[in-house]
């Protein structure tokens, strides 16, 4: 499976690096050139020789998603530290790429429960964080 | 009427001024709180402070009610979004999205926010019309119609120079409707004769710029689009 991660911060730059351990494809794509040290980071052998592709650039440039592959891609994967950024990224890579799968990390519950209803796969991390927050809050031996 | 402004910069403060002026009820949502501040008191009520990108911001404006939702901030995403919610979640009939970065515009189009409008575009094409020697000017879009109004200068040696505006045929969905010689215009009869250096205007189908251009240049060296 080709994997076009835009937004290499903690979660893009972890899940890029997995996902190519996993056997897939792997191209990820930054503004920050400073972002690839992530991708190196903890790792035996470079970025670029474990045969990862890293791109600069935004991802509302389309010479830059096309650079990184976004053609050919299929999943695309939105993580920017902009939930409005990744919500428009994500609906470029469907509509005007015909990527089948595109994944959103979305910070605010509202918007993911709403955009996760006009078919984006949407991923809230807040809602997750919360869900955890009150299990640990609730009383030892409840459910 | 009543309309929703996201961003209370230079656009969306003067926008707010005139339809205020003109009677309509307005809500501008700013989310930087020292802009927010430095204008809380000439708007009072009419400005709130908040991320128009938060769906609860838009609903304490009230978008459920609204008729225009108008959005004016210096990002292009942020624009979008707001327009796309207000359409599509809370159906409001009228959107109006500024374009700060002309190469987003395809973004816009792409995700039914129409119209958009681009500062920038709207100064190139001022700057066509008024630069001569340009080439093939748009005047104006309308893009749900689809329907568009150039200019296109008549160069020496085009195969219409000295042809009767009766004799010359046209793709279909092109017409002219104004010749404009010496500094003053006027509609062609059929009778009226194309001179070199001649402003054509035509109205178009969206997409025959290249087929009409090839009317009015020069055979090999088409005008400049």
Redesign the interface.
């Known amino acids: 499976m080709f994997v076009l991660i835009v937004g290499a911060g903690r979660v893009g730059s972890a899940l890029a690096k997995s996902a190519l351990a996993a056997g897939h494809e792997v191209s990820v794509l930054d503004a920050d050139p400073l972002s690839h040290e992530r991708l190196d980071a903890g790792q035996s052998k470079s970025w670029e020789d474990a045969e990862g592709q890293f791109t600069v650039g935004t991802a509302?440039?389309?010479d830059a998603l096309i650079q990184a592959g976004i053609e050919r891609a299929d999943v695309f994967i939105a993580s920017t530290a902009?939930?409005?950024?990744n919500?428009?990224i994500a609906?470029?890579a469907q509509?005007?790429f015909g990527v089948e799968k595109a994944i959103v990390r979305v910070m605010?519950p509202?918007?993911a429960d709403?955009y996760g209803g006009?078919g984006l796969h949407t991923i809230c991390p807040t809602k997750h964080a919360l869900e955890m927050f009150e299990r640990a809050l609730a009383p030892a031996g409840a459910a | 009427m009543y309309a929703i402004i996201a961003g209370a910069g230079k656009v969306g403060r003067n926008l707010a001024r005139e339809l205020i002026n003109k009677g309509h009820e307005v809500t501008v949502i700013e989310s930087s709180r020292s802009c927010y501040l430095a204008n809380e008191e000439e708007f009072e009520h009419a400005l709130q402070y908040g991320d128009a990108t938060e769906l609860w911001v838009l609903e304490r404006a009230g978008i459920q009610r609204a008729d225009l939702v108008i959005a004016v901030t210096g990002d292009d995403e942020d624009n979008i979004l707001v327009c796309q919610v207000a359409k599509e979640k809370y159906l409001c009939d009228r959107v109006i999205a500024r374009v700060n970065n002309p190469r987003n515009h395809d973004h816009f189009r792409l995700l039914g926010i129409q119209p958009a409008v681009s500062a920038t575009d709207l100064i190139l094409r001022l700057i066509e019309h008024e630069v001569p020697r340009y080439g093939l000017v748009h005047l104006l879009a309308l893009e749900e119609e689809r329907l568009e109004i150039i200019e296109l200068e008549v160069a020496e040696g085009a195969p219409t120079v000295g042809e009767r505006v009766s004799d010359i045929t046209l793709p279909e969905g092109a017409l002219i409707i104004s010749v404009l010689r010496g500094g003053s215009g006027f509609v062609p009869k059929p009778e009226t004769v194309i001179q070199a250096g001649d402003e054509v205007l035509l109205v178009l189908d969206p997409g025959l710029e290249e087929a009409i251009t090839a009317y009015f240049a020069t055979a090999g060296q088409p005008a400049r689009i």
């Open positions: 509302l440039e389309m902009g939930d409005n950024t919500l428009v609906q470029i509509k005007r605010d509202a918007r709403w006009q």
